[in-house]
């Protein structure tokens, strides 16, 4: 079997789990199947065994960049070994993203405005800084160049010198796109499924026919949600143009370059001119009429958008938002073209209906036609596992983080840790708490920075040091430079609950389809019930990734069930991972106080 070799030559485990999902991909190597994968069972390595029996081309679609260069670390461990497993290596590429590049006429038009005032360390960064968005490799990668030279020159962010939707002039940029033509497999993210302008850009041969390979599916989901409901109309901007005359000469600035990106599109995503022009119009209109309801509306898209600015085509008219409502659609139509896709999760066993969360997945994908296979796969004895409850403050009052909950989780902060936390703001207030104590070095994860990097700084800084990020729970190994465990103790913050819907959206879904707003509400709170338990869970998987693996778990949140308890929330305490569901009935409690106690339950199993 092909899947035994691939593993003994790695040095990988024999695990007969991995080994019944390897068989079970090659048995569906046609169609449509989803295959619900926890942490443990190998499926990276699975699923490109099984790839590599089957053949053909293939796409692998994952959530991050941190997790692409994981299947392409597991792609080139089975190159190695590829004559004595009697294949051919396999041609694997990495898709970047526009943003990732160093744009040559951006980087240029900003060094000849800038190097005339800069000191003398600055300008020498900035003809580096010329020299490599000119250069052909990847040293023309943005990540790489402050990797090399420690930052950007003073002033300019990333998103001022990255390549734009339409741009064309970056070299390294070009020459990946023309040597995706000879790959036989394709690591990218999940946003290339759905932006058209990544998609079409694709070679057709990964495109229709071939295989698509979609991992942590349930996040899928959440980058789709997080890109989902608020859009602004180029035509009612325009139209709001007779409030100001300002307005409109902002808005005359405006259209053509969203028409010309429009152009044919049925959605795009990452456009930093639109984005500068955005900002720049939401200025103008703040100037001129303060706190008018349109100025709102535009702040408010700016805020969901979070940098994300997009363009689609509605009615055959360009349309700025945030994500379409139609972006699941986008995915399910994108599959059809496939010979075959394995949709792979990690988080759909949190329910005594296998079925039915199989059925959730599907819908919030938009796919209508049922997975002709759902096999589900569990490791029963992967590490080592336990548990403690915060019985402290209340976490969240008045609808923000209490900063009593959050002097509570910092005083709690012991050894080397991964903090997981429910919001960037909550990261940098509890950031601030932790320094302020000075037992531990922290390592804060800003928005906007790469978690490869956040991961290898906190890898290589001596301990103890604590680990802040509001964004590990998805696609993230975190581990020491020797690939050894970097923490043995993680702590969970808050339950990853959604925020409540705004009630304006409720009462107009409510008005359209003739119910009563109650009803809208309990629709929302049951579908991102689902999503947060399952986020949860995937937080939980972070903590031990391979068999050796041990790990504390601090929950904090009061709202974390005890063992024997009853009501809404029991849902997050049977999501556990089955194999460490005994471990979590022997948790020990932690009081405001600071120290934690045993408590005895009498658990019925």
Not at 278 to 296: C, I, K, M, Q, R
Not at 418 to 445: N, P, W
Not at 503 to 528: C, L
């Amino acid at each position: 079997m092909l899947i035994d070799s691939v593993v003994s030559l790695t040095g990988g485990a024999d695990r007969p789990v991995q080994q019944r999902l390897f068989n079970d991909l090659i048995n569906n190597s046609t169609g449509l199947a989803l295959f619900n994968a926890g942490t443990g069972i190998g499926k990276t390595l699975a699923y490109l065994a099984a790839h590599i029996q089957s053949g053909g081309s293939v796409v692998v679609a994952v959530p991050n960049h941190q997790l692409a260069r994981q299947v392409m670390s597991s792609i080139d461990d089975i190159n190695m070994h590829a004559g004595t497993l009697g294949i051919k290596p396999i041609k694997a590429g990495l898709r970047l993203g526009r943003q990732e590049y160093l744009s040559p006429d951006r980087v240029s038009v900003l060094f000849d405005a800038y190097t005339a005032d800069s000191d003398k360390d600055d300008a020498r960064l900035w003809n580096e800084l010329l020299a490599a968005a000119n250069a052909s490799d990847d040293s023309n990668l943005i990540q790489n160049f402050i990797a090399e030279f420690g930052e950007l020159p003073s002033g300019i962010t990333a998103n001022d010198i990255c390549c734009s939707a339409d741009d064309k002039s970056s070299r390294a940029l070009v020459a990946e796109r023309e040597n995706e033509q000879d790959l036989d497999a394709i690591i990218v993210s999940h946003i290339t499924l759905i932006a058209t302008s990544g998609f079409n850009s694709l070679p057709k041969k990964f495109r229709i026919k071939g295989r698509l390979i979609v991992d942590e599916a349930d996040a899928l989901i959440h980058t789709a949600e997080m890109l989902y409901s608020r859009r602004i109309s180029v035509n009612a901007i325009a139209r709001k143009s007779a409030l100001n005359a300002e307005i409109g000469k902002a808005i005359d600035k405006l259209l053509p370059g969203i028409e010309r990106l429009g152009d044919g599109i049925h959605f795009l995503m990452g456009m930093p001119d639109v984005w500068l022009a955005l900002t720049n119009l939401a200025e103008v209109a703040a100037e001129s009429l303060g706190d008018h309801p349109f100025v709102t509306q535009l702040y408010r898209f700016f805020e969901l958008s979070a940098r994300n600015a997009a363009i689609s085509v509605i009615k055959g008219k360009a349309t700025l938002l945030q994500l379409s409502t139609f972006a699941a659609r986008v995915f399910a139509a994108r599959i059809d073209g496939y010979a075959s896709v394995w949709l792979l999760s990690g988080t759909l066993d949190i329910t005594s209906e296998k079925e039915h969360s199989a059925k959730w997945l599907c819908k919030k994908l938009g796919i209508s036609d049922a997975p002709h296979f759902y096999g589900h796969y569990e490791p029963q004895d992967y590490g080592r596992a336990s548990f403690t409850l915060g019985r402290g403050p209340v976490a969240i009052k008045n609808e923000v983080v209490s900063q009593e909950f959050i002097g509570f989780c910092a005083a709690n902060i012991s050894g080397t840790m991964l903090v997981c936390t429910g919001s960037h703001d909550e990261t940098e207030r509890l950031t601030e708490a932790i320094r302020t104590l000075g037992r531990v070095s922290v390592i804060e994860d800003r928005p906007g920075t790469s978690m490869s990097k956040v991961i290898q700084s906190f890898a290589e800084t001596p301990d103890p040091v604590v680990l802040v990020t509001a964004r590990a729970a998805v696609g993230t190994d975190i581990r020491a430079s020797d690939g050894t465990q970097r923490f043995r103790k993680m702590m969970i913050t808050r339950l990853p609950f959604s925020p409540p819907p705004d009630m304006g959206d409720v009462e107009w879904r409510a008005d359209r389809i003739g119910v009563d707003p109650s009803k809208v509400q309990s629709w929302y709170f049951q579908d991102s019930l689902q999503t947060s338990v399952r986020r949860f869970v995937q937080t939980i998987g972070r903590g031990i990734r391979t068999e050796h693996d041990e790990c504390e778990f601090l929950i904090m949140d009061k709202r974390m069930p005890d063992a024997g308890a009853k009501g809404s929330n029991t849902i997050f305490r049977d999501a556990i991972p089955e194999r460490f569901f005994r471990d979590y009935m022997r948790a020990q409690h932690l009081s405001e106080a600071g120290c934690a106690k045993s408590e005895e339950v009498e658990i019925f199993i």
